[in-house]
């Protein structure tokens, strides 16, 4: 059985322009402390698992309707079964989305050269240099590859969460000088979202508001 974590029917955000389904998968290797998504980061807080089983028929019933699936986590590269997983959604001939944090820059190449992904979402939490102090990442220089595929491949974009107090303008600024490759087209911002944090510390924050995201937006560029 191929176990996983959750499963939304439908979904109009996840997919930028899309109408999409999305599959949750687990664990995760990062610990970013304002991850909305700790029942799929830590042990102790996993329930049941969804199995594929109960999901497959949907999307097979409804593959017409939908734009597309969206593989998300946790971090969908460390699931044991993502490669089958996505063999079966290739199957019904439904395009697949892949969020990843960018640590399996292998898997994700090989991924998309064999057509089971057809466009990846890679996040860039900070600084490669802050990664392991903040997100308890210990090799940021996966995460630089797996951004360097998908700039040169065109085949997805770049995305950061903006968390007050930490993404100043500055911050984001010093992000985008390091990639040469990130545009206005293939580099977006994204709110935090407080209220169910890995670390309860960052419920106490602001979310950004779209104003605030979109001034940032253009600032960094300028
Ligand atoms: S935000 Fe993403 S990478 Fe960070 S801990 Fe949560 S699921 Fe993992």
Request: aromatic share 8%.
């Amino acid at each position: 059985m191929i176990a996983c974590a959750g499963f939304n029917k439908l979904s109009l955000v996840d997919w930028p322009g899309k109408v999409a389904a999305v599959v949750f998968l687990r664990p995760c290797n990062f610990r970013c402390p304002w991850c909305h998504n700790p029942d799929l980061v830590e042990p102790s807080r996993f329930t049941a698992p969804v199995p594929v089983e109960n999901i497959l028929p949907y999307l097979r019933r409804y593959r017409g309707m939908l734009d597309g699936l969206v593989v998300t986590g946790g971090e969908p590269t460390l699931f044991p079964d993502l490669t089958l997983l996505l063999s079966l959604v290739h199957e019904l001939g439904l395009p697949v989305k892949l969020d990843t944090n960018g640590s399996h820059p292998e898997l994700v190449r090989r991924l998309l050269d064999e057509r089971l992904v057809d466009t990846v979402a890679v996040d860039y939490k900070l600084p490669l240099r802050l990664y392991e102090d903040l997100v308890n990442a210990r090799n940021p220089e996966r995460v630089a590859e797996t951004i360097d595929i998908v700039l040169d491949r065109g085949c997805g974009h770049v995305r950061t969460t903006v968390v007050p107090g930490l993404h100043t303008r500055e911050l984001l600024a010093e992000m985008v000088r390091a990639f040469p490759g990130l545009n206005q087209n293939n580099y977006r911002l994204q709110p935090f979202r407080p209220g169910n944090c890995l670390d309860p510390k960052y419920n106490g924050l602001p979310p950004a508001t779209a104003a605030e995201i979109e001034r940032l937006s253009k600032e960094i560029w300028t």
